[in-house]
């Protein structure tokens, strides 16, 4: 819809059609003010500078519905003084913006539609505008009239909202009184919370010195019993092995089978000491990473020839892939230890199929992987096969004897080196383990 401003007279028919535009298109009607009250104030200083307007009312089918109006004179240059004078009406709408246009000056405004408003569809679009094109505008008096009417009405609502503030402050007022109450109340049972409080923490810091002392005393302990067991042991193998030996005195087949037993024994006892005293320095914090540039190619090649031996069975394929990390900033000791153990823990539970070994990159970190096809782990033990002594229950060693050390220590080693060795497993179906080391530790 068009309409055009030249007196002041056209000052209140551009407010009484602006507010039937908004009453028409589904504005409130505190919105229907708020937008005639800005129309008439922008065509009241367009009239007293003396200027001409054309006023455009324009409304939005698509996105979200809103109401737009174009109030333009040819005049240019008067966007800067417009703008300064119309800072309070900008409040009244959702947007005012005044600029140069192409043939003069610009007001735009805009209003968007209540989401209860009905849809602008095209038909409707066409009753609203033969609505108002039999629209006639009334007097100034019956403006007048209409915003005396509006004015009351407001000063009704400011009067029922000051009554009700009122009301909430006297709400709030009673509120408080039984805040701080409780308040205070709290603060008290808080007091005295805090005094058992200190007291637990005293407790704790006492018995965390406790075991932390016990924790010593086992490390030095098993490093001990490890360290003084280590000689015998060593004593009975050689021992052994002497009296098996074919320069020696020749022994019956029974004697024979006895002392293979005796060797395997303490084989299997000083395999057990070696893993207590590997742990006892990880736990007692004695182990000290040496960081080098780690060749993976030289490594996984060695760890290939010296695990080969343990891979006996045909039926099981040992794999190790080329490395898609060339280097890597570690220590190569503890790394490799902690890639036999996993090894040599996956050739020992996988009765068919493979043990596969490789390594890639991973954002920030490098993993390596070791993955079998072997009797698998349930998922509610995949944590506990990681404390010390602790073997899958019904699990049996297809080749020597397991400890329940070798993934512990493993663990810690990781942890040593700034990473963490976590397990994916599924019963029946084989193990991953997969170890992951900052490439920058």
Do not use: C
Not at 78 to 107: H, I, M, P, Y
Not at 369 to 393: C, M, S
Request: no cysteine; charged share 25%; aromatic share 4%.
């Amino acid at each position: 819809m068009r309409t055009r401003i030249r007196v002041e007279q056209d000052v209140f028919t551009v407010r009484q059609i602006g507010r039937e535009v908004a009453r028409e298109v589904g504005l409130e009607s505190q919105d229907q003010t708020r937008l005639a009250t800005a129309l008439s104030e922008v065509g009241r200083l367009l009239v007293a500078a003396g200027r001409d307007a054309d006023v455009v009312f324009t409304a939005a089918l698509a996105g979200v519905p809103t109401l737009f109006v174009e109030m333009a004179h040819p005049v240019p240059g008067d966007s800067v003084q417009l703008s300064a004078q119309l800072t309070q009406v900008g409040r009244l709408v959702d947007t005012l913006e005044v600029g140069e246009g192409e043939t003069g000056t610009v007001v735009r405004m805009s209003r968007r539609l209540p989401p209860s408003s009905p849809a602008l569809i095209p038909g409707r679009m066409d009753e609203i505008r033969d609505r108002l094109s039999g629209h006639v505008p009334g007097t100034p008096l019956d403006e007048l009239t209409v915003q005396n009417q509006q004015l009351i009405a407001a000063l009704d609502e400011v009067r029922a909202q000051r009554d009700d503030l009122a009301r909430l402050n006297a709400e709030l007022e009673e509120t408080n009184r039984g805040v701080m109450a409780l308040y205070h109340q709290l603060s008290d049972e808080l007091e005295e919370t805090n005094r058992g409080v200190v007291a637990l923490y005293a407790e704790l810091d006492e018995k965390s010195v406790q075991l932390r002392a016990a924790s010593e005393a086992k490390s030095r302990f098993l490093a001990n019993v490890s360290h003084e067991l280590r000689a015998p042991v060593t004593a009975i193998i050689g021992l052994g092995r002497l009296l098996a030996d074919e320069s020696s005195d020749k022994l019956t087949d029974e004697q024979a089978r006895q002392v293979e037993l005796i060797r395997s024994s303490a084989a299997d006892l000083l395999s057990l000491v070696n893993d207590l005293l590997d742990l006892a320095k990880a736990e007692a914090g004695r182990i000290e990473p040496t960081w080098s540039d780690v060749d993976l190619k030289a490594m996984f090649g060695q760890l290939r020839g010296t695990l080969r031996p343990l891979a006996t069975r045909p039926e099981v394929d040992f794999i190790v892939d080329e490395p898609a990390v060339p280097l890597l900033r570690s220590d190569e000791v503890l790394l490799a230890q902690i890639l036999r153990n996993l090894l040599t823990n996956a050739l020992k539970f996988t009765a068919t199929g493979s043990v596969r070994l490789g390594v890639e990159r991973v954002g920030g970190d490098v993993e390596f992987t070791v993955a079998d096809t072997g009797t698998g782990i349930p998922p509610e033990l995949h944590e506990r096969i990681f404390e010390e002594f602790y073997q899958v229950p019904g699990s049996q060693a297809l080749s020597g004897k397991g400890t329940g050390l070798g993934l512990p220590y493993a663990r810690r080693l990781v942890g040593i080196l700034g990473g963490a060795l976590r397990v994916t497993s599924v019963p029946g179906e084989g193990s991953t383990f997969v170890v992951s080391l900052p490439v920058s530790p």
